[in-house]
């Protein structure tokens, strides 16, 4: 079953705050985690990953921070912009051989000027 | 070259139809997925390509059948479809098998069955 997920389905946000999207995953042998973003009729465009061992990971204006003691996962985007309205995804695997992505299940960003 | 190209962008078929999505990469990456999304839903793992072979198949009905040619190609032939196959078909590929790897998911295919 799926054993990544978000708190929350949608978030809404005025420009220039400051975004939190979390993630919950079950899976303890995880050791790798992406997130991603989904803009309407298009696939998944890859935002920042993080390995387990570490605990914060920053890009461009995009931090994602990892707690595996309560396997927990979340995203921060600062001073929030139109442009990043979109589906966020998490996803988690193992570095084994034979395994792939599993997704959690989608939060909608709507960012209002 | 750093994407993930995949054609037709579109496609309505009927039950009856048989037809083919395709994907393409020139990365040199040696994995290469077909993911399933309906609206408002994450990705669905359908079939995981490793060195041009088969490595996961997702229990995917029979009327999926991937192909891949080469280590740039994946197809998807469709044939026999029900309209609940509706749904955006995305590839995706990344460096080396296993799940240490960020993928990189092309545009999709929106197919319609009628």
């Known amino acids: 079953g799926e054993s990544v997920g978000l708190h929350l389905p949608t978030l809404s946000v005025q420009e220039g705050d400051n975004s939190i999207i979390n993630c919950a995953y079950s899976n303890s042998a995880s050791d790798y985690f992406i997130w991603y973003k989904q803009e309407s009729g298009k696939g998944p465009q890859f935002i920042i990953d993080i390995r387990s061992n570490m605990d914060k990971r920053q890009g461009q204006r995009v931090t994602v921070l990892l707690n595996k003691t309560v396997k927990h996962l979340s995203l921060q985007i600062a001073a929030t912009q139109p442009g990043d309205s979109a589906v966020y995804f998490c996803a988690e695997n193992t570095r084994q051989a034979g395994t792939a992505l599993i997704f959690g299940k989608g939060t909608t960003l709507s960012v209002s000027s | 070259d750093t994407e993930v190209t995949q054609t037709p962008k579109h496609l309505v078929m009927g039950m009856t139809n048989k037809k083919s999505l395709k994907c393409e990469q020139h990365?040199?990456?040696?994995?290469m997925y077909w993911y399933k999304q309906k609206a408002k839903k994450p990705p669905e793992l359908m079939f995981v390509y490793s060195y041009e072979k088969l490595s996961i198949n997702e229990s995917v009905p029979s009327r999926f059948s991937p192909e891949c040619p080469n280590s740039s190609l994946l197809n998807l032939h469709l044939h026999a479809l029900q309209p609940e196959d509706s749904a955006l078909y995305l590839c995706?590929?990344?460096?080396?098998?296993?799940?240490?790897?960020?993928?990189?998911f092309g545009p999709g295919t929106r197919l319609t069955v009628t």
């Open positions: 990365m040199g990456h040696r994995a």
């Open positions: 995706a590929s990344s460096p080396l098998p296993g799940g240490a790897y960020e993928q990189y």
